[in-house]
């Protein structure tokens, strides 16, 4: 597998984490990665694409450290990642995965003492965990929530829950797996809202998706996992190339349609951006 979202062609930066000719098979079972090249680059939002079964979650728990490669480095700020107790810490302070199910990462007794779990066991003051509670349930809008037992909670709720327990850690790179599967159309704007702010705060964004309109509007940078590997890229080149779609089973998004019909109608000037919502599509409907 190949190809890396280069972060050096775009500025010479060093990737925050890497991995490096990766590959990993789960015991006595065939190959679920190889050769995996892939450079998250600070401050960007990266959609992780392909059907299931093609090794998204796998990936991500490359990326967080809970797996470790079979061949291949994961390299965190340009350095191979040490596996021992303080490799694994540096990692997991940088690098915070929420897995794609809820109930698998809440185990509290409430929302706040849940959230509150990780930058406790760093050890840090209680007015500093307190502060990151805080802020991590505003983040996530959900600070009226801080004394609900987390076992009453919404699914939506219990999704958004599981994301502030990471964003308390204060990660320079969020890692979600599917996080608006499951969430009816306005949960899934709430979380993109709260990403976007995120994003624009400087925390870079991974998120595994099904979903490639979602992925067109939110992401800068595309991973897409198919049969021949991974391919990375800006994620209008990719989600542009029909080949590549095909053999990752992903549809086209529909906005990549609109557009086209736009441009073939006149109605949108070479080198201006096509629609990317719905209601951004409306505006060229408006009567003018
Ligand atoms: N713990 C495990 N033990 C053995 N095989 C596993 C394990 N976890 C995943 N696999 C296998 O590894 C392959 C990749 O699974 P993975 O969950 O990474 O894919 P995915 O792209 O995230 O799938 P989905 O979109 O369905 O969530 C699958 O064939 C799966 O059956």
Redesign the pocket.
Known sequence: MSGSVDAHARGGAVPVVELAGAGFS??D?PP?LRGVDLAVAGGRCLALL??????????MRLLSGGLRCGEGRLLLDGEPVAYDRAGLTRLRTTVQLVV?DPDDQLFAASVAQDVSFGPMNLGLPEPEVRARVAGALDALDIAALADRPTHLLSYGQRKRAAIAGAVAMRPRVLVL??PTAGLDPHGQERLLAVLERLGESGTTVVM?T?DVDLALRWADDAAV?SPAGLRTGPVAELLADRGLLEGARLRRPWAMAAEEVLRARGLLESGSPGPRTPEELGRWAAPA
Do not use: C, I, M
């Open positions: 789960y015991p079972g679920v392909g059907r299931n079964g093609s090794g998204k979650t796998t990936l794609q797996d599917e595994a099904h996992l």
